[in-house]
């Protein structure tokens, strides 16, 4: 009688998993969507991005910033920042990330062109960690030249 009492009690309990390992996975699908789409938005957003470490280290770049040449050298996952960016523009960056506001370079001169570049921080969980430059064109020079 124990025994299958027991054997009943494991019965539900396996049951009660199942259900827990269905709605996880269903939430981690859910997730993984979100993801996919948050990738593909960035993707093809119609600004250069370019996400930076606090390491110094190029985390991402969108199609848009993949086509930029800074200083001869193209963008490239995984590079430093000191391959791109003079001391002045490195400041920037770093005073973004410890004072938590978006800083502003001015006046980027690309492949003879300026534009100004926004360094806005992280945030959320996830500050502290690093910051997004996004590249705003001053004149009618196209991204993917």
Same mark, same amino acid.
């Given at each position: 009688e124990k025994v299958l009492e027991q054997n009943e009690e494991l019965k539900k309990i396996n049951e009660n998993l199942e /259900? &827990?390992? #269905? #709605?996880?996975?269903? @939430? &981690? @699908? /859910?997730?993984n969507q979100a993801l996919e789409l948050s990738r593909a938005i960035l993707e093809d957003l119609p600004i250069p991005i370019i996400g930076i470490s606090v390491e110094g280290m190029i985390a991402v770049i969108n199609q848009d910033a993949g086509h930029l040449s800074i200083n001869g050298e193209n963008i490239e996952v995984g590079k430093e920042i000191n391959c791109y960016f003079s001391k002045i523009e490195k400041e920037k960056i770093v005073s973004a990330l410890e004072a938590s506001t978006t800083q502003i370079i001015k006046n980027y001169q690309m492949s003879g062109v300026a534009c100004d570049i926004d360094v806005t921080p992280l945030s959320g969980m996830f500050r502290g960690r690093g910051v997004i430059l996004s590249f705003r064109k #001053?004149?009618?020079?196209?991204w993917s030249e």
């Open positions: /259900i &827990l390992v #269905k #709605k996880r996975t269903m @939430e &981690l @699908e /859910i997730q #001053k004149s009618s020079f196209a």
